[in-house]
């Protein structure tokens, strides 16, 4: 018998995690949602907020979902094919697939719950999933636990998915390309009308995760597919309810068919509990005012070029990444360094996370911006880098 402690190696896989300066912590955040929060006992400027839209804070989703609650209870009490099911879930729906111009739409406990279950029950052992490299965690873990074969192609490369196409997509039954469609942790768009040009050409079934893109990006708030304007066309739309939409929750919005079949064969839907009625009755809400105050999106907008603005007047030496979203990269040579400034933007009141290997493969400062940032929130950012980066 071996006599060593089973949970030894736990120690040695901190310390490397440690030595390589990846280690993370949760920090607390003291106060509601919003540009302005309390973290760790200081007011600090928010850059760290997928709340898009300003709306987690708002009174109206609150209210629904204090009301919701009232009536409904806290738990949903049992999946939705057992006892969880409630109205509130199917208007919630009926909302989704309106916003998102499909014909129905299924809502997931959470988004990373959605893509595991989509993915692994549409393509299986004998089946290829074609996979953007700097896909979302849960894209990568959906298409692992399908037992398709996955090739991943190089970042929105058009030419190398091509490549791979040719040379195998006639050695399996089905295909699934599958892409983020905001890139969550570089900010930059999938190029989808070509996307759904080379699927249709090679028969491939699309999905694409609009996470960062629902109520962001298109007139009405639908994403990348509105942005594109390719409503209408065949593919599978994933997203979360928990970004803009300022609840939790995920959801696949796209043919009748589709959506029936992920209702009897998607795992993650089947076997987990219904969303709470306070987080459906919040997301709805939500839906509701992204198309009803389409000026959100507006302003959201004018604070990403006001941004990107003063970057480019102040700080010409700054490499952001490519963005076309509310997410903009300020990239960094190591981890080391990007903590070490994500550190002193914190001292500086400012909270804009550094985002290391593993997460990603180069270091880097991420902003997320809001449509409830005020000019002054965004000159304070950029006198804070002003006064850090020279240092350097
Ligand atoms: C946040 C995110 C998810 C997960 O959504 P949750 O609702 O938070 O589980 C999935 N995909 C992408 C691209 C994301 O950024």
Redesign the pocket.
């Known amino acids: 018998m071996l006599s060593t402690d089973p949970y030894e190696w736990l120690e040695k896989s901190l310390k490397t995690i440690h030595r390589a300066n990846w280690y993370r912590q949760v920090v607390t955040i003291d106060s509601t949602p919003g540009p302005v929060v309390q973290l760790a006992g200081k007011s600090a400027l928010n850059f760290a907020s ?1 709340d898009y839209l300003g709306l987690a804070g708002d009174s109206r989703l609150i209210q629904a979902a204090v009301n919701a609650t009232s009536k409904w209870g806290t738990g949903s009490t049992g999946s939705r094919l057992l006892s969880g099911h409630r109205q509130l879930h199917r208007d919630l729906e009926r909302a989704i697939a309106s916003l998102k111009q499909t014909a129905d739409a299924i809502v997931f406990s ?6 595991l279950g989509a993915i692994a029950a549409v393509v299986g052992q004998r089946d290829l999933i074609l996979s953007d490299q700097y896909n ?1 965690s ?2 990568k873990n959906g298409a692992i636990l399908s037992g398709a074969r996955v090739l991943d192609y190089a970042h929105c490369n058009l030419e190398d998915l091509k490549a791979k196409l040719h040379q195998h997509r006639l050695f399996y039954r089905r295909c699934l390309i599958v892409t ?1 469609s ?3 942790m570089d900010g930059d768009l999938c190029p989808l009308p070509e996307l759904l040009d080379l699927a249709e050409e090679f028969s491939c079934m699309l999905l694409i ?1 609009e ?2 893109a629902t109520g962001v990006l298109g007139a009405t708030g639908a994403g990348c597919v509105e942005h594109f304007g390719c409503q209408g066309r065949e593919l599978i739309q ?1 997203g ?4 803009a939409l300022a609840s ?3 959801y696949v919005a796209g043919s009748a068919q589709m959506i029936d079949f992920l209702r009897n064969r998607a795992p993650s839907w089947i076997y987990t509990t219904a969303l709470t009625p306070a987080d459906t009755a919040a997301a709805f809400e939500a839906i509701g005012i992204c198309q009803r105050e389409p000026q959100r999106r507006t302003q959201l907008w004018q604070n990403v070029t006001y941004l990107k603005q003063l970057i480019s007047q102040q700080l010409p030496h700054l490499k952001l990444l490519p963005s076309e979203s509310s997410i903009l990269c300020i990239k960094l040579e190591n981890a080391a360094l990007v903590y070490w400034v994500g550190e002193k933007l914190k001292a500086a009141g400012i909270f804009a996370p550094a985002i290391r290997p593993p997460t990603v493969s180069t270091s880097r400062i991420r902003i997320s911006l809001m449509a409830t940032h005020e000019p002054i929130h965004l000159h304070q950012l950029v006198d804070a880098l002003h006064h850090i980066l020279p240092s350097l």
């Open positions: 997928n959470s988004g990373y719950l959605a893509n979302h849960s894209l983020d905001v890139f969550s995760d996470a960062h994933v979360t309810l928990s970004k939790l929750g995920g």
